[in-house]
């Protein structure tokens, strides 16, 4: 493809960007909607409009609204960014009945779905699950994903949301660091090393206002997954803020204890989403009925 024809087709992400943007005339409706941030989208429509030579919108502050040259792209590129996604619609149901594709967040994927999915794949060798780790938002439909697993509100548009269960977080320690440190309750725990998740970073200063204690919090380290969160908690580290459900195995066996046993309950949760047309594949419906069925048996053994 020579250089002209490629600047005649510029990257579907950033076509569909604009293409939403132009719909709300908002940069932060746009981002929600594509799950990037409000930045990316904007450099997004600098770059298309550095491509076609000319402004798209125009800018009032915090305000965008199309130029009469963006208004007329938009009307005729939104039907062919539609008619790509129905294609791959189309293409992803004509595709070996029976397998899918499901991201997870790693920590989720490595110590509640991956352990459980031989089960199913057992009772139904016809099925293929495949796994791929996902940390950052994106569109579920545009992805060529069958369902994600997300943590947050039930707040993804165009997509069916079941709720698997919420989130109880606990402070864990080695015993060893809990025989090491006088914790008889949760104000003890101010001068030790805390550790926790980038994520939740607020999740100890809930804990213990929850607990009743104030004072300032200092954390000695914060990691990106959970599985490192454990493992320096395992390791001696510090006490970790966990959801408890991902230090299942660890407590266990006894690597790790609970020193203070007042659970943080977040006001968020793990939903499986999908688009709402999968549900029309048997398959895809055994596949979602069963992770629906797991997740209410971890919330019963954990009441």
């Known amino acids: 493809m020579n250089d002209l024809r490629r600047r005649l087709l510029p990257p579907v992400g950033v076509l569909q960007s604009f293409v939403i943007a132009a719909r709300h005339e908002s940069v932060s409706l746009a981002a929600r909607e594509t799950g990037l941030t409000q930045s990316a989208v904007s450099r997004q429509i600098a770059q298309l409009e550095e491509i076609v030579g000319q402004a798209l919108f125009h800018r009032a502050g915090r305000r965008i609204v199309l130029t009469e040259a963006g208004a007329a792209y938009a009307e ?71 369902a994600a697993i997300h943590y947050g509100r039930p707040d993804w548009e165009n997509v069916a949301h079941d709720l698997l269960f919420p989130e109880e977080s606990v402070p864990v320690c080695a015993p060893a660091f809990l025989a090491d440190h006088d914790i008889a309750g949760a104000a003890d725990l101010i001068g030790c090393p805390l550790l926790g998740q980038s994520l939740r970073q607020s999740a100890w200063e809930e804990w213990f206002a929850l607990n009743g204690v104030t004072g300032p919090v200092k954390l000695s380290g914060r990691f990106d997954h959970f599985m490192m969160l454990a493992q320096a908690a395992v390791s001696g580290g510090g006490v970790a803020m966990m959801p408890r ?18 659970p943080l309950q977040s006001r968020l949760a793990y939903y499986l989403v999908y688009p709402h047309d999968r549900l029309g594949y048997p398959r895809f419906r055994l596949l979602r009925d069963w992770i629906v069925a797991e997740a209410a048996r971890t919330r019963s053994e954990s009441a």
């Open 76 to 146: 005729a590129i939104g039907p062919a960014i539609d008619a790509i996604r129905r294609a791959t619609g189309e293409a992803m149901a004509k595709r070996r009945d029976g397998e899918f594709t499901i991201a997870t967040l790693p920590s989720f994927g490595m110590r509640w779905l991956a352990p459980r999915l031989p089960q199913l794949t057992s009772a139904h060798p016809e099925m293929v699950v495949n796994m791929a780790a996902r940390s950052e938002p994106f569109e579920l439909a545009a992805s060529g994903f069958d």
């Open 245 to 262: 459900f991902l230090v299942a195995q660890e407590l266990a066996s006894g690597a790790l204890v609970v020193p203070v046993d007042r």
